[in-house]
């Protein structure tokens, strides 16, 4: 399966940031989006994203649990930021995994059907990706 990943370009300010993190580590990409609105927030928002890949690339455990734990961790670490929103996903082999927080919306595009993947805040999703499937 061939993985192409965008580049999140964005202006970041002392109050205002968009940081995207991705990683891959023994067959597992993991990914995350966070914008937050907090003091000093590309900083904050750079070590909790790096934080949260740690957190799911070396903790024991199925994929799934390792994703929720994390996103856990981060939502703890995120209680005195004024708004965020937050995306955190992995890939293992064909399995998607999505868990979020926030004004997020994902969708994937299969063929020319484009479906909504968003279930609700705080919810894990999975489902398993095809040949040609953009997300």
Known sequence: MQIKIAK???INS??????????????I??????HLRSDDAFSVGRQI??????LSLQAAGPLSS??????SAMLKKLTETQ?????LAALSNKVLY??????????LKRGNTASTLSSG???????FLEEGDKV
């Open 29 to 34: 990409l993991f990914l995350s989006v966070l």
């Open 8 to 10: 999140i370009v964005g």
């Open 83 to 87: 708004q965020f929103d937050l995306i």
């Open 121 to 127: 805040e705080g919810q894990l999703i999975s489902g």
């Open 98 to 107: 999505i868990i979020y927080k926030g004004e997020v919306s994902t969708i």
């Open 49 to 54: 994203l790096s934080e949260a890949a740690d």
């Open 14 to 27: 002392d109050q205002e940031a968009s940081l995207a993190f991705s990683e891959e580590a023994d067959d």
């Open 66 to 71: 390792k994703l929720t734990e994390a996103y």
